[in-house]
């Protein structure tokens, strides 16, 4: 047996590794099927869409801007750029986020420049299909979009025996109060 190459041994990987992977492309773009990363808020279980979230980042250094309305925690360098960082527990129900040292802040994309969020729980990416929404009635009973949060949930899924609310963290960035944080 001749000895194979590096070409011929990435070649032979590559061929094995579409084959192990067949039809997932399909599966990842299939109708009725929402994506997004998954995270906790006092105790909501929110998604959000990639589309929505620039960057997953742990809680950077705040320096508090004097004049501010409570619910904003100051602002950060992150890699050079000075961001807004937003409790956004705080923002939406009141309550201060206890932050704590794996605390992390979601990155969000907002006209004059990106906005960081803390959130209480990261659980990742979230996958939901169609059979998994829950009716606007569902959504009221379990009191998924009360409050401030009526104007941000989209809709709601069921996975396991959780309920997840889809979370518009456009809709958010783009709210008037949301964004004069000015006291």
């Known amino acids: 047996m001749a000895a194979r190459g ?3 041994i990435l070649a032979d990987y590559e061929q094995r590794s579409l084959a192990h992977v067949a039809g997932l492309p399909e599966q990842l773009d299939a109708p009725g099927l929402w994506r997004g990363v998954g995270f906790r808020v006092g105790r909501r279980r ?3 869409g990639f589309d929505e979230v620039v960057e997953i980042l742990p809680m ?3 320096t508090p801007v004097p004049g501010a309305q409570p619910w ?3 602002v950060a360098n992150v890699r050079g750029n000075l ?3 937003v409790d956004l527990k705080q923002f939406l129900e009141g ?3 206890v932050l704590h040292e794996g605390q992390r802040v979601l990155i969000v994309r907002q006209p004059g420049g990106d906005v960081a ?3 209480d729980e990261l659980f990742g990416q979230r996958s939901f299909v169609d059979e998994q929404r829950l009716g606007d009635e569902a959504v009221r009973e379990q009191a998924l979009a009360e409050g401030r949060y009526t104007h941000f949930v ?3 899924y069921r996975l396991g025996d959780d309920a997840w609310a889809i979370f518009s963290l456009q809709k958010l960035a783009r709210t008037p109060e949301f964004r004069q944080a000015a006291a």
Do not use: S
């Open 60 to 62: 950077p250094q705040v």
């Open 117 to 119: 969020v803390t959130i």
């Open 46 to 48: 929110l998604a959000a």
């Open 6 to 8: 590096p070409f011929d």
């Open 83 to 85: 961001l807004p960082i």
């Open 154 to 156: 989209e809709r709601a």
């Open 95 to 97: 309550e201060r986020t």
């Open 72 to 74: 904003m925690l100051g």
